[in-house]
């Protein structure tokens, strides 16, 4: 009998009819005798109509309210779902992230988990009960609701698992586990039954949407295997991804797969100065006006002055620009420019850390069919690169099919 | 400067647009220096939303889950006023039925209010804030989330006034205040500016849907003045109904108002054995299924028999007419009938008390105009009749003219 913590997003319980479905898997779970967490997100479309009010009447209010309100959805989901698994004949009952005692810091819309108390839980799962956790929230020392930011229920999720020294992390989603890229990119893209955290981490903060950044590094930090799947099927002898810490998955390919971002933009600072702190004095006002920067560079200037170029997330743009060209005057640089048509393409995979020679195979790769690379960034399991955006599709593919990714070269 | 709590209803915060009108009212009161407390319900339809969704998983599950649902309805509005109140300068800060710790019993539901601590609103109080409280929702020991019942936010700003030792509870509405009966039924209906609580609770449990009955009690237990008034008047200067305890309003009108109900129906079970503890024989079964009885006739009898007839909520007449069918089995009855076109008609007001004649003065009136009386019943303030319902709007204008009640006759 294992325990088993398993997510539902928005498109899962997005209708009545949804939240039957996902009742009748968390059934069968228990009918293979295995004790069910679970977790879930708002309804599909219902963040998006609360987040539409709130800005209707005070987009700039203060973060506690917005909290308020937007925990909710979660809220709504939980009891639906507690309500349809009672009208199957299963005991039920739903938690808030209050209720379930997961208590988090006080930084309202982007708060961070803290602890978890799990014994009403436990005591629950002992009474033979199915629990099911309001995901995206929790609750701070003051009592206030605080939700985790978009995609926070992957976080709790995952959370729990821990906290409950569950076996696995079922993240349920619209598609059944992770590809090799996008298969709306490359029609041929493989599926990849197992993969180690470490890649997913890679692959998540490069832009594959199946699972919430926050939460592979939680599950990392703490060894939890997560398995991404599809309630979709409608079975649960589908296809699924597992994640997990296994050293050796790592070494069994040399490049997992490709992944992609079209979200960031680009911005340069010319003819700065080139002596020590200028990273600090460019850098330190984007990152007070809470603007995260990803890649940067700075080239070695023979002049005594340098280039300076960092990507951002598109969003941000118009603020980064204003902010760049203040410092551009401060600093006395010649020139500020930036570019939103940009793309940033990946290879990730395990294998790469022992394989000499993969960042010039990719770059051979792109250069062949005419791909002009903006910007490198490397780590120890990816290689990333900036080009731009119009030739997202054929970068993506290019690399798919020189690194033997694609279904006819397995 | 005074301690106002406000009340707004569903239809007040029903819309962005509502709920601005609501923030600037707030603001108005304050620059008057008067602290503000307000309690908010749902935005209008938000609760039937989510009843639907319930009724499409399990209209029969537990109560608990769908406390946990509907609750949400409140904390959304609670939210948005207080991000409304924010883009307008004004500290707000929202509480939820929890955080403003209003503990209830466990009746999910139907839920009562056992206690509060208002420390916390005080403190933000003392700071200068406006708080906003979510209606219709409280916290049981446990830590489950209740609901009071529909028409509980009504509850909700007197006790939370009670608790704050308020100089005022404001229950804003639709209307603006409490007339002499509906204005859609006598169209020369009379404002009543000044009712003695006694007689609001008459008024309240007659069918005026002004009020909510529970929260017109608590008021009257607790001696919290109420005032009604319109959320859709444009100043403060508009008409309202203040609702207090004070003995001397009760004597100044003889009959103060005409209410009426066309929600009951009647069941009448015929040749009863008259013996000792035949009204619990035939009631204790309604009553265990869970079904009010309004009023209760009992005909004396000359054979050894009697008839007796009782009235219930119309949504209960197919349940009560099984059960009194098999209560007549039992007793060896000679018959059971009913009649759901059925409507009650009360005078209210406390100078009848000192005033004989009045009922005679009511059956007269009746009489001249055709109308045939199917029971009485009668209280120290107020005379009830069950009429067909189709006399109903006749009855109504009849007796709100015999009684002096009409605007030419003020």
């Given at each position: 009998m294992a325990l088993i913590v398993q997510k539902y997003g928005g498109t899962s319980v997005g209708s009545p009819e949804r939240i039957t479905e996902v009742a009748k898997r968390v059934l069968r779970w228990r009918e293979k005798?295995?004790?069910?967490?679970?977790?879930?997100?708002?309804?599909?479309?219902?963040?998006?109509?609360?987040?539409?009010?709130?800005?209707?009447?005070?987009?700039?209010?203060?973060?506690?309210?917005?909290?308020?309100?937007?925990?909710?959805?979660?809220q709504v989901s939980m009891g639906l779902l507690a309500l349809c698994l009672q009208a199957m004949g299963c005991e039920a009952r739903s938690y808030t992230g209050r209720q379930a005692r997961i208590l988090t810091d006080s930084a309202f819309g982007k708060a961070r988990i803290r602890e978890i108390d799990a014994s009403l839980i436990k005591t629950d799962l002992d009474a033979g009960k199915v629990v099911i956790v309001a995901g995206f929230q929790g609750v701070d020392a003051d009592g206030n609701i605080t939700t985790l930011g978009r995609g926070g229920s992957d976080t709790t999720a995952v959370a729990l698992a821990v906290a409950l020294e569950a076996d696995e992390c079922q993240i349920y989603t619209d598609v059944d586990g992770v590809y090799t890229t996008d298969p709306r990119v490359v029609s041929d893209a493989r599926h990849i039954p197992k993969l180690a955290l470490e890649e997913m981490l890679e692959m998540a903060s490069q832009?594959?949407?199946?699972?919430?950044?926050?939460?592979?590094?939680?599950?990392?930090?703490?060894?939890?295997?997560?398995?991404?799947?599809?309630?979709?099927?409608?079975?649960?002898?589908?296809?699924?991804?597992?994640?997990?810490?296994?050293?050796?998955?790592?070494?069994?390919?040399?490049?997992?797969?490709?992944?992609?971002?079209?979200?960031?933009?680009?911005?340069?600072?010319?003819?700065?100065?080139?002596?020590?702190?200028?990273?600090?004095?460019?850098?330190?006002?984007?990152?007070?006006?809470?603007?995260?920067?990803?890649?940067?560079?700075?080239?070695?200037?023979?002049?005594g002055s340098t280039d300076f170029t960092f990507t951002i997330h598109r969003n941000d743009y118009p603020d980064a620009m204003r902010i760049l060209q203040e410092t551009a005057n401060t600093l006395g640089a010649a020139d500020c420019s930036g570019d939103q048509r940009i793309a940033k393409v990946s290879i990730v995979g395990g294998g790469m850390r022992s394989h000499a020679g993969v960042a010039s195979q990719m770059f051979e790769a792109l250069a062949k069919d005419g791909i002009n690379i903006r910007m490198i960034s490397t780590s120890e399991i990816k290689i990333s690169v900036v080009v731009d955006e119009k030739y997202l599709e054929l970068a993506v593919r290019t690399l798919h099919e020189a690194f033997g990714l694609s279904a006819e070269a397995a």
């Open positions: 005798g295995d004790d069910v967490v679970v977790v879930v997100s708002a309804m599909s479309g219902e963040t998006n109509r609360l987040v539409a009010l709130i800005n209707e009447l005070n987009p700039e209010g203060l973060a506690r309210e917005k909290d308020v309100i937007l925990s909710t959805g979660e832009g594959s949407k199946v699972l919430q950044i926050r939460a592979v590094e939680f599950a990392y930090k703490y060894d939890m295997p997560i398995r991404v799947l599809s309630s979709f099927d409608d079975g649960d002898d589908g296809k699924s991804t597992l994640v997990t810490r296994e050293e050796d998955i790592m070494e069994e390919v040399m490049v997992r797969g490709v992944a992609f971002n079209r979200d960031e933009a680009q911005l340069t600072i010319k003819g700065v100065p080139d002596k020590p702190g200028v990273a600090f004095d460019i850098l330190g006002p984007i990152s007070d006006a809470n603007i995260e920067v990803d890649m940067i560079l700075q080239n070695v200037g023979s002049d």
